[in-house]
């Protein structure tokens, strides 16, 4: 089985300042991959990053990054440079390769509000 | 169009009715998902077809749901004798290779809120 864990409900910044979403995981599975989504108000889920288990650097896409730490099971994504239309729901989503099938397993989420 | 499509985009229907949620996925993409997100929750898989393969079914939480996919691309999700734990967003995604790679990366469409009264 797995688990995804978003311990944040809600999270505010100040727009140009940098913020963290936690994400915490469980599995059994060797190999697998990590992403995190952005869903704004309009419902649509945006893909951001993808970090797989054994890349060895951390991923990362323009202001997004995935701070992966491995022995710790943990996958953060941080937000640098915040603007206002980061104000969105966030989800962490993992798939096994061995274990999860054709399914992706999502966390509860994270609301981010950025704040002018 | 350019993206996943989904129709439609609300739905308001009578505990006991029937309805049918559309999909279009993006053209040439050869998998396709069904998830559904409750309020205030994260997303629960329901369904995948990949091509000509037999569909992942292993997410359907009853024998009231189901869905099929026609000729490879629209498909649709059908859910009978509905029930009030049934509203949600039902949100279809399409994917180009599906889960033969890792990452796949999922296009997901803007989703049909169901409504049961």
């Known amino acids: 089985a797995q688990k995804i864990t978003q311990t944040q409900p809600g999270m505010f910044v100040q727009e140009k300042e940098a913020v963290t979403l936690d994400c915490t995981y469980d599995?059994?599975?060797?190999?697998?991959?990590l992403f995190w989504y952005k869903q704004p108000s309009s419902g649509e889920m945006i893909f951001l990053i993808y970090q797989g288990s054994y890349d060895q650097q951390n991923a990362t896409e323009g202001r997004y990054s995935l701070n992966f730490q491995k022995a710790r099971k943990s996958a953060n994504l941080v937000i640098s440079a915040s603007q206002l239309g980061d104000s969105a729901m966030y989800f962490c989503a993992m798939r096994g390769v061995e274990t999860s099938g054709s399914r992706l397993t999502f966390g509860e989420g994270t609301q981010l509000t950025v704040n002018p | 169009g350019a993206g996943v499509s989904q129709s439609p985009s609300n739905k308001v229907t009578e505990k006991g009715k029937d309805v049918e949620l559309r999909c279009d996925p993006i053209s040439g993409h050869t998998a396709l998902y069904w998830y559904r997100q409750s309020l205030g929750q994260g997303l629960e898989f329901l369904i995948y077809?990949?091509?000509?393969?037999?569909?992942?079914k292993s997410g359907l939480p009853s024998d009231r749901f189901s869905a099929e996919r026609t000729g490879g691309s629209v498909s649709t999700l059908t859910i009978q004798r509905t029930q009030q734990e049934d509203s949600a967003v039902y949100l279809c995604?399409?994917?180009?290779?599906?889960?033969?790679?890792?990452?796949?990366?999922?296009?997901f469409g803007s989703g049909t809120q169901l409504s049961v009264l």
């Open positions: 995604a399409s994917s180009l290779e599906g889960v033969r790679v890792l990452p796949e990366k999922l296009f």
């Open positions: 077809f990949q091509g000509n393969s037999a569909p992942d």
């Open positions: 599995t059994s599975d060797p190999s697998y991959g």
